[in-house]
């Protein structure tokens, strides 16, 4: 099915823009000592080696990540990042000069990660249009698609953000650089956990996660300038409406499960009457569904 999946998102997307597991525990280790000041990034520049061999080795300690990488591996994946993803965001006209420089330093070969198998997709990152499986059924998009949604929620500094379905947490970090305060909600308890610890141990420290179903919105954090939904929706759930500010916009796939027909929305509120107003931005796309209430089953919050 994901197979399938991952051939048709390609397809639709190169169409369309032109341009939430398993049910048993496993413990995390909580090793506050295990990573140095010295290995996170100030967030204005990419990873070296010697900050991503030390975070590595601290996601080793935590139980994780498993993966062996060498400093040849990490600045090829870098290089080619470099000269195929983001030469490419570069010819798109809504990558403004702020989108460019945050996807430029976000170093989505480290993100690139299947938790569930323990294996690094780092050297599969290199195509502006690829998916990559994250196991237990979520996947991380392609920097097109992240970075066509980020584009059109207009991110501002002083703004806060909300994404639903944290996934890798690239999305997360690409927008950490663009405003700020993020807020991130997954619904699969391992993923949520393992992501969780991997961007506290990066230095991403403009952001929170917890674990959740999304379709409630996290409204004691609220109200929020920013909404992305990076899973489909059978609709726009009625709590995230009400934790938008006035002023604020959100970005949404809403339509059927595993269909063609989603359609990618920009929903805001009409600044003289408050009513929903939503915008077409993709007439066909394919995102993985949102799980919980979504489906119609009762979740926790």
């Known amino acids: 099915m994901l197979k399938r999946f991952f051939t048709a998102l390609l397809l639709l997307f190169f169409i369309s823009c032109g341009n939430n597991s398993s049910d048993s525990k496993e413990e995390i280790t909580d090793n506050k000592n295990s990573v140095s000041d010295s290995s996170k990034n100030d967030g204005r520049s990419q990873f070296t080696w010697e900050q991503i061999s030390k975070l ?33 965001l570069k010819t798109r006209k809504y ?4 989108l460019i420089e945050a996807m430029s330093i976000v170093p989505r070969p480290f993100f690139a990660y299947n938790y569930e198998k323990n294996e690094s997709r780092m050297m599969q990152t290199n195509d502006f249009n690829v998916i ?17 949604m ?6 501002k500094k002083d703004e806060v953000a909300l994404e639903i379905g944290t996934g890798s947490g690239i999305q997360s970090a690409i ?19 393992r992501v969780n610890h991997t961007l506290k141990a990066v ?5 929170e996660t917890k674990t959740g179903d999304g379709y409630y919105g996290w409204e004691e954090k609220g109200p929020f300038d920013i909404i992305i939904v990076t899973c489909q929706a059978n609709h726009i759930p009625p709590e995230l409406i009400k934790q938008l500010k ?5 970005v ?27 915008q077409r931005l993709l007439a066909s796309t394919l995102f993985i569904p949102m799980l919980g209430a979504n489906e119609g089953k009762k979740d926790k919050k």
């Open 56 to 88: 590595i080795e601290s996601d080793k300690a935590n139980n994780i990540r498993n993966f062996e990488c060498t400093k040849e591996d990490w600045e090829t994946a870098i290089k080619n990042y470099n000269d195929t993803v983001i030469a490419t």
């Open 95 to 98: 990558a403004t000069p702020e």
């Open 132 to 148: 990559l499986d994250l196991g237990w059924g979520s996947t991380m998009s392609a920097p097109s698609i992240q970075g066509f």
């Open 150 to 155: 980020t584009a059109n929620l207009n991110p």
């Open 175 to 193: 927008l950490s650089r663009l405003v700020k305060k993020v807020y991130s909600i997954e619904i699969r308890e391992k993923l949520a956990e």
């Open 203 to 207: 230095g991403y420290d403009n952001i």
């Open 246 to 250: 006035p002023t604020g916009r959100m």
């Open 252 to 278: 949404i796939p809403v339509g059927p499960a595993w269909s063609r027909n989603q359609q990618m929305l920009k929903v805001w509120k009409d600044p003289e009457t408050g009513k929903v107003v939503s």
